[in-house]
């Protein structure tokens, strides 16, 4: 499905059962797999890979050079960089065009989840359905399950597979909501996060 309003370019590849809402701009090259929801206003651009069972909220950007494996959500206005130190000209004034500069690659692992308004600077790897705390500023990589939040983004705990925050017990790290339980290594001193 792909609203009227919305701009798929030729040469973006959608995979089936992929809904695509309104006002949404995917750029030629784009890669998108099967049965995600791109929601209004998002935009995907040309060189960005984005798995199946996908689902960006409205506003996201997702930029070239941004993998983003299945199962990934991502919520409403969250950005994915691809530059760490970006400019539009040459110390000589010459315009720098797409080109000339390779992305640094962005990865986010199978099931994590990335809150409302976040925003991922580039290079950074994000592990397996791990949560990024609404508005939070991901810097550095974060772990398998990690729960990151704040401005640089700090590791506070670990996330379930079903998204709750999961508890340390004497046996483990356990979700208070589902029962699962997890063999994950402490956390480390808060002035080394
Ligand atoms: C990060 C998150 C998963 C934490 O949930 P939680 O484990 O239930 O956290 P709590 O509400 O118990 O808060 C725990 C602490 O983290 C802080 N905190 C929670 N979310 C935060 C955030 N996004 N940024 C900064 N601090 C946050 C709380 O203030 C609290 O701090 P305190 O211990 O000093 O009082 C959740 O708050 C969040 O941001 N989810 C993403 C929501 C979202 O963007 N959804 C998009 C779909 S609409």
Redesign the pocket.
Same mark, same amino acid.
């Given at each position: 499905m792909i609203h009227p309003t919305a701009e798929v370019e030729r040469g973006a590849k959608i995979g089936p059962n992929t809904r695509v809402w309104n006002h949404a701009h995917v750029r030629a090259g784009a890669v998108i797999g099967d049965d995600c929801s791109i929601g209004y206003g998002v935009f995907v651009d040309g060189g960005a890979v984005i798995g199946s069972n996908v689902k960006l909220?409205n506003r996201v950007s997702v930029f070239r050079g941004v993998t983003l494996e299945d199962g990934v959500f991502v919520?409403?206005h969250a950005t994915f960089t691809n530059d760490r130190y970006p400019r539009a000209i040459t110390p000589e004034g010459r315009v720098i065009s797409e080109e000339d500069w390779t992305p640094q690659p962005t990865l986010v692992k199978l099931g994590a989840?990335i809150? *409302?308004?976040a925003v991922v600077l580039a290079g950074v790897t994000i592990g397996r359905w791990a949560?990024v705390? *609404?508005?939070?500023l991901v810097t550095q990589d974060v772990p398998d399950q990690g729960?990151v939040?704040?401005s640089p983004a700090r590791l506070?705990?670990y *996330?379930c597979a079903c998204g709750q *925050?999961l508890e340390e017990t004497a046996s483990g790290w356990c979700c208070p909501g589902c029962g699962r339980g997890y063999d994950l290594p402490p956390l480390p001193a808060e002035d080394e996060r």
């Amino acid at each position: 499905m792909i609203h009227p309003t919305a701009e798929v370019e030729r040469g973006a590849k959608i995979g089936p059962n992929t809904r695509v809402w309104n006002h949404a701009h995917v750029r030629a090259g784009a890669v998108i797999g099967d049965d995600c929801s791109i929601g209004y206003g998002v935009f995907v651009d040309g060189g960005a890979v984005i798995g199946s069972n996908v689902k960006l909220q409205n506003r996201v950007s997702v930029f070239r050079g941004v993998t983003l494996e299945d199962g990934v959500f991502v919520g409403p206005h969250a950005t994915f960089t691809n530059d760490r130190y970006p400019r539009a000209i040459t110390p000589e004034g010459r315009v720098i065009s797409e080109e000339d500069w390779t992305p640094q690659p962005t990865l986010v692992k199978l099931g994590a989840s990335i809150g *409302a308004g976040a925003v991922v600077l580039a290079g950074v790897t994000i592990g397996r359905w791990a949560m990024v705390g *609404a508005n939070s500023l991901v810097t550095q990589d974060v772990p398998d399950q990690g729960l990151v939040v704040g401005s640089p983004a700090r590791l506070v705990g670990y *996330a379930c597979a079903c998204g709750q *925050a999961l508890e340390e017990t004497a046996s483990g790290w356990c979700c208070p909501g589902c029962g699962r339980g997890y063999d994950l290594p402490p956390l480390p001193a808060e002035d080394e996060r």
